[in-house]
T-cell receptor, first 115, second 113 residues
Framework: DTGVSQNPRHKITKRGQNVTFRCDPISEHNRLYWYRQTLGQGPEFLTYFQNEAQLEKSRLLSDRFSAERPKGSFSTLEIQRTEQGDSAMYLCASSLVPSGGETQYFGPGTRLLVL | GENVEQHPSTLSVQEGDSAVIKCTYS??????FPWYKQELGKGPQLIID?????GEKKDQRIAVTLNKTAKHFSLHITETQPEDSAVYFCAARRYSSASKIIFGSGTRLSIRP
């Protein structure tokens, strides 16, 4: 399968713990995006990378959140000192610019539950 | 700020009938409008998109229309089938931004047999 993959698919943690999610984009895609989706809402943009450079961060991305894409391929999203309000689906997407146009391809998401 | 409003939030249609979902956007600089379909437990999947230099686009049973003056765009699904049941999201993006997509809040479409 050559789509965007995310691991783990589900994560249950206790408040105050740290969690890390991984995203593997479509091969050769140079842009990678992170979104958060809460129940009954559309995805909300968190941050994106062009190759290994993090170019934009939403104000939703508090200091407890950090994302990396060290080699311009896979990315990790870490949440420190999790809070119950962090419970959501975390979606990763990738795209190829400029030749791939604007299309962002989404992965299946990681569902986080903070108890 | 940038905002995309979508309605209705839920829609139930008889199999074979048409379904229409409508969206409005606030950022007049938006020029790319994708529509995504999300099935339970899966990520959003692009089903069709339209750019601001086009008023209408069709792909088999799916069509999108765009009214830039009114900042409205709509998704039309004809001859609905059970597999069309899902949550549909409209979205908007500035080409110059080239990054974040602003999503609507979604429409849960149910197809009655």
């Amino acid at each position: 399968d050559t789509g965007v993959s995310q691991n783990p698919r589900h994560k249950i943690t206790k408040r105050g713990q740290n969690v890390t999610f991984r995203c593997d984009p479509i091969s050769e895609h140079n842009r990678l995006y992170w979104y958060r989706q809460t129940l009954g809402q559309g995805p909300e943009f968190l941050t994106y990378f062009q190759n290994e450079a993090q170019l934009e961060k939403s104000r939703l991305l508090s200091d407890r959140f950090s994302a990396e894409r060290p080699k311009g391929s896979f990315s990790t999203l870490e949440i420190q000192r999790t809070e119950q309000g962090d419970s959501a689906m975390y979606l990763c997407a990738s795209s190829l610019v400029p030749s791939g146009g604007e299309t962002q391809y989404f992965g299946p998401g990681t569902r986080l539950l903070v108890l | 700020g940038e905002n995309v409003e979508q309605h209705p939030s839920t829609l139930s249609v008889q199999e074979g009938d048409s379904a229409v979902i409508k969206c409005t956007y606030s950022d007049s600089a938006s020029n790319y409008f994708p529509w995504y379909k999300q099935e339970l437990g899966k990520g959003p999947q692009l089903i069709i998109d339209i750019r601001s230099n086009v008023g209408e686009k069709k792909d088999q049973r799916i069509a999108v229309t765009l009214n830039k003056t009114a900042k409205h765009f709509s998704l039309h699904i004809t001859e609905t089938q059970p597999e069309d049941s899902a949550v549909y999201f409209c979205a908007a993006r500035r080409y110059s931004s080239a990054s974040k997509i602003i999503f609507g809040s979604g429409t849960r479409l149910s197809i009655r047999p």
